[in-house]
């Protein structure tokens, strides 16, 4: 059976090194998160988010628009909060609102990249693509560091990661790479998918499709990375792996909740931190 990577506990464990090196900071690090409409998703990550800042000492800011704001007072909104210097980080929490002229591309642009905590400016991406120094996306990072308290080295692995996605799959192909990984990136339109998903010692799995991944995708012994988070009726949220089949074979799995999730919450409070010490040289 499959050891767990806790990531409510080791995400414990980083929010109280960040609440440390806050204590000692001359400024007070400040998340600005940025919500537009009513999805009921979107306002429970955001109330995460704002616990985690106070479990930190931060300074929590919100700023909620409704759907019909549209883009120009949305853009307007970023750039007030680029210019504040008292504002460190900025989120702009996804999905914007259907319906309305929400270009999610040039909400990303607006964001200051000394203040894109979040990873999504170009500039970001682009410093990432290179392995150069920056802002490393909160989820692939999170990862990264569950396998690293785990002692799971990506040096000489195989690494495939189901999703393509901006926020998770593309980053975490760069990351595979930059730690010497082998690394395979699958989609919605790879063939044999099984067929690789079996060559995988270290399988990440961010496609939000309820229990896609089952132990037939899985080679015996394989780290199994569960991204996903799909929502149940009764406010139950289960993963893109079906864990109860999948666990046997792996070595070491991600549970939903309580595995991936706190993770990325922890390392968007770590790049604050580091946000709000660099605007401070």
Request: proline share 6%.
């Amino acid at each position: 059976m499959a050891q767990m990577l806790d990531g409510k506990a080791l995400s414990e464990k980083i929010f109280a090194q960040i609440a440390e090196e806050t204590k000692i900071l001359p400024v007070q690090p400040c998340l600005a998160v940025v919500i537009v409409g009513e999805d009921p998703a979107s306002k429970t990550y955001v109330a995460n988010k704002r616990k985690n800042c106070e479990q930190v000492g931060f300074r929590s800011l919100e700023f909620a628009l409704p759907a019909e704001a549209g883009q120009a007072k949305l853009l307007a909104l970023i750039e007030q909060l680029n210019r504040d210097d008292s504002v460190h980080g900025i989120l702009c929490q996804s999905p914007f609102p259907a319906g309305y002229d929400y270009d999610e591309p040039a909400v990303c642009r607006a964001v200051s990249p000394r203040k894109d905590v979040d990873c999504f400016h170009p500039e970001t991406v682009g410093k990432l693509a290179l392995g150069e120094p920056g802002f490393l996306p909160c989820t692939p990072a999170g990862i990264l560091a569950l396998l690293d308290d785990a002692g799971i080295p990506l040096a000489g692995r195989h690494a495939v990661i189901l999703g393509r996605s901006i926020r998770v799959g593309k980053p975490m192909f760069s990351l595979a790479l930059q730690r010497d990984a082998t690394a395979t990136i699958c989609h919605s339109k790879t063939q044999n998918l099984a067929e690789i998903t079996r060559q995988a010692d270290v399988l990440v799995v961010a496609i939000r499709q309820l229990r896609f991944v089952t132990a037939d995708m899985v080679k015996q012994g394989a780290v199994v990375i569960d991204v996903g988070m799909n929502h149940l009726k009764g406010k139950k949220v289960r993963g893109d792996v079906d864990f109860d089949s999948v666990a046997p074979m792996a070595s070491y799995i991600t549970p939903v909740p309580g595995g991936v999730g706190p993770m990325t919450r922890a390392m968007l409070m770590q790049n604050t931190l580091t946000a709000a010490k660099a605007m401070m040289q």
